[in-house]
């Protein structure tokens, strides 16, 4: 805080004390100190604050999925930034109201993981916003699913061993101007390895990791139920998001490439745009 109005806030954190002035100032405490000790007051009210408007799971439209990857402790004593990268399921159902809340936050690039056939049936509904940068950067290349519990963890894996689309997807976030929202179609699986690649390069503890990802099952649980009572057969684990699946997927990564910045630089990554990536994720 450099400016006046800057340190308004602070002066009148420490005028709170000021029946308590004459006493400390006879007793020789200098006034600067007071004004620093209002100001530390000041900061740790305005974190507790700021903590209190910060949401992970964030409730815009008919969106179930929509989290940020904001706070969590990285490399080097630092965090994941609030309010930058929001990972989701399709976006659909937004009011003005949601759109003003992205815009306002200048989160206005989209990366719509989906395939073509997923956004012609349902279009992303912030592709015809003017407000916002488009991009429909489909993750598979033709793969589906396993359709084995077992095999979930190796699919992911195959998925990212075929480079081209990851490095697509990280190069947009790293160039993106401002904030950026990337998506699929639950917010779970090919959003789940995206997210998983960009909190392991900015040093995010595997335990994060895996929770992030792990969290999905819950929010989509209301929507698996409706759809197994039209879908008898779906399979067991649809909508599950294991923390054991994301575990097989990096562990084959760092096998096959000896960490995720190796992965990185085999998919073509230059170590200028995976800096301006961790500049992305990190506050």
């Known amino acids: 805080m450099d400016s006046f109005e800057g340190w308004l806030p602070v002066f009148m954190v420490t005028a709170l004390f000021g029946p308590f002035q004459r006493m400390i100032w006879e007793r020789g405490l200098p006034l600067l100190l007071l004004v620093l000790f209002g100001k530390i007051c000041y900061t740790k009210i305005q974190n507790v ?10 409730p815009l439209g008919n969106m179930n999925n929509l989290r940020d990857l904001g706070g969590y402790p990285a490399a080097g004593g630092r965090v994941t930034a609030w309010e930058r990268l929001l990972r989701g399921d399709n976006p659909t159902g937004l009011s003005e109201k949601d759109i003003e809340w992205l ?25 015809g916003e003017t407000d916002f940068r488009y991009f429909h950067a489909p993750m598979l290349g033709g793969e589906r699913m396993p359709n084995l519990e077992r095999d979930v963890g190796r699919g ?14 990280l190069r947009l976030i790293a160039e993106a101007p401002g904030g950026v929202l990337f998506h699929c179609t639950a917010g779970k699986d090919r959003t789940g390895m ?18 992030d990802y792990q969290v ?7 929507i698996i139920r409706r759809i197994r009572m039209s879908v008898p057969d779906l399979v067991p684990f649809a909508g599950m998001s294991k923390s ?8 084959l990564l760092n096998e096959a ?6 992965y990185l630089r085999a998919a073509g990554l230059s170590e200028l745009e995976m800096a301006a990536l961790r500049a992305k994720v990190l506050a």
């Open 257 to 262: 490439y000896g960490s995720v910045s190796g």
């Open 103 to 127: 815009v306002d936050r200048d989160i206005t690039t989209v990366i719509d993981l989906r395939s073509e056939e997923e956004t012609k049936r349902k279009p992303d509904q912030l592709a």
């Open 244 to 251: 054991k699946y994301m575990a097989e997927c990096l562990a």
């Open 194 to 211: 995206v997210a998983a690649l960009l909190l392991s390069l900015a040093g995010v503890s595997r335990e994060d990791i895996l929770a």
């Open 156 to 169: 992911y894996f195959q998925v990212l061993d075929r480079k081209e689309s990851a490095c697509r997807i």
């Open 216 to 222: 999905s099952e819950i929010y989509l649980a209301e």
């Open 49 to 58: 604050w700021e903590a209190v408007h910060l949401l992970r799971h964030i």
